[in-house]
């Protein structure tokens, strides 16, 4: 494969992407308030609906969808397809049911929803904590191997290698720029991905013969190392076929549109990495427009991944398709190259210079995905988890701590990395879906019957949330301890392994969903600052100052004003203390500079009071959910053309080729 791998024009055409990657980055630095809790972690929330759905749309759309997407796509057919397009559907779910709360209720992240909604910590702790479990399980660790893969397919390197190369790019952009940054890369890198997969696509089209040749060539793609008289190594009967048979097949229907849509509903509309993109928006209108254009978008990722991988499966079977000890010689796995089906594809039919745009491309993707990761858990962790163990943060410790926890999270992906290579017979894009089935569908339970239901109290929502625990993590377990045998091996595993993941999660939610009912008649109904503009029906109640300002903001106004509410006595020292940080840290040296400089502390001690009480004011406007009548209207005219078009989608390519 050497003659296929990146050549000097290539390099040249990488560098020249990423030089404006990390100019775009500087500039947004620039321009972005990062020495504010809000104006790091939300961009300040004045951005257009153009940036906010392009970060939508690249936070989702890693390296590990051009890897796992066309990977499965080479393996199964286009039945992974029905996933964007379910969240082309579950995306407008966010924009109409969800936001408008979030914004109402002035939240930055989503555990301290849950707190403000039932009260305690408990709960707020616990979601955070398993959101960043989540992250390393399904994000962080498959997007570093995902990417890495491309690079050892287009350079030779080492894994491992690869991803250290990885995450000294990224962290270029995250780690000092903030939302404001991540925000800005990701609207460049939605832009290049989609030109850049446009690209691919069509040729490769052109190379199949078009969508008929496809038809007919795929289920021909064979590979020689297929095993006799078993299914191994061949094509799918229903490869054509979008939801398929509901009793026995990779894509049950039932499961899918029941089970999946439970779990894509916790990351599309409760997951912090997608909200707080969407919590940005310098209005619902604008959040509204973004998640459209968003969804829009949604539509290619079929055309533009799962069917080239289709037909990189076609151009290249033995590779591709390989079976059994084959596959260690192609690709250094025991169980199957599926993953490497995109990578082979663009080396394959790309010419010099082209090549490397598409290297960037993946390297864009893989950072839109992680910067966008990176901020999202260092938020949570700092806001919901270190806030809570330290009383009394300072903006500059949270800064540095948030920063800190990235490198933290990269460590354990790393470590998970294997687990990834094997897991849904090395289908990484079915990984991803069957670990967020064992562990979302309780989170998906609540946030629906928090912002749908009054009733739901903390006692129910807790309890009934363990439960759904212990059930998924129970399945996830028993996946590890009966590891899914190989191709032409006996199934020995127990039922409540076999159960498809899809049809497991449908059961995870509804009994999570009982329990929380159930139990939440048992504890007293919540009072009225736990569900005044805490849920859909409660959105437009009368604004209070002290439930649309979030908590951490007001601990960071008084910290920055010197005023304590409490104690009026303690005030003069508290102002005493601060003149004395302010005189210490007066001292001009071009060290304490840039590092002020880069931790985004550079601002005075007045420039920092008047960014806060800005940021409070420009809360308080959004969550009055104020919109222009003409506006909405056009809004909801594209909603319905959407959910058409979303329809449409599932049907066309559900019974047209059954």
Known sequence: ???????????????????????????????????????????????????????????????????GLAGSGAAGGIGVGAFEFNALILLQVLGWIFLPVYMASGISTMPEYIQRRFGGQRLRVYLACLSLLLYIFTKISVNMFSASLFINQALGWNIYFGILLQLALTSLCTALGGLTAVIYTDTLSAFVMVLGAMVVAIKAFIEVGGYSGLQDKYMNAIPNSSIPNTTCGLPREDSFVLLRNAVDSDMPWPGFVLGVTANSIWYWCADQVIVQRALAAKNLSHGKAACLMAGYIKILPMFLLVMPGMISRVLYTDEVACVGAACEEVCGSTVACSNIAYPRLVLGIMPAGLRGAMFAVMMAALMSDLTSIFNSSSTIFTIDIYSRMRKKPSTRELMIVGRIWVVVMCGVSILWIP?????????????????????????????????????????????????????????????????????????????????????????????????????????????????????????????????????????????????????????????????????????????????????????????????????????????????????????????????????????????HHA
């Open 419 to 655: 687990v990834v290579e094997r897991f849904q017979g090395g289908q990484m894009f079915l990984y991803i879906q069957a670990i967020s089935s064992y562990l979302a569908p309780p989170i998906c339970a609540l946030y629906l019957l928090a912002i749908l239901w009054k009733r739901i109290n903390e006692f129910g929502a807790f309890y009934g949330m363990m439960i759904g625990f212990v059930l998924g993590i129970s399945r996830m377990i028993c996946d590890f301890a009966y590891p899914q045998p190989d191709c032409g091996e006996t199934d020995t595993r127990p039922g409540f392994v076999t159960l498809n993941f899809m049809y497991f999660a449908l059961i995870v939610f509804v009994v999570t969903t009982v329990c929380i009912i159930v139990l939440s008649f048992f504890g007293e109904e919540p009072e009225l600052e736990k569900v005044s503009r805490l849920t859909f029906w409660t959105r437009f109640d009368p604004q209070d100052e002290s439930s649309v300002l979030p908590n951490l903001q007001k601990a960071e106004s008084l910290e920055l004003s010197g005023k304590d509410e409490q104690k009026p006595e303690e005030n003069e020292k508290d102002k005493i203390k601060i003149e004395e940080v302010d005189i210490v840290e007066d001292d001009d040296s071009m060290c304490r500079k840039t590092y002020k400089w880069l931790c985004g502390l550079e601002a005075g001690h007045e420039d920092a009071v008047k960014a806060e009480r800005q940021q409070e004011e420009r809360i308080k406007k959004l969550s009055s959910l104020k919109q222009d009548p003409r506006t909405s209207l056009i809004l909801n005219i594209n909603l319905g053309i959407i959910f058409s078009v979303g329809l449409f989608l599932y049907l066309y390519f559900t019974f």
């Open 1 to 67: 494969m050497a003659e296929t791998r990146i050549n000097a024009v290539d390099v040249v055409v990488i560098v020249v992407y990423f030089l404006v990657v990390i100019a775009v980055g500087l500039w947004a630095m620039y321009k972005s308030n990062r020495g504010t809790v809000t104006g790091y972690f939300l961009a300040g929330r004045f951005m257009t609906f153009i940036p906010v759905g392009a970060s939508l749309f690249a936070s989702n759309i890693g390296s590990e969808h051009f890897i």
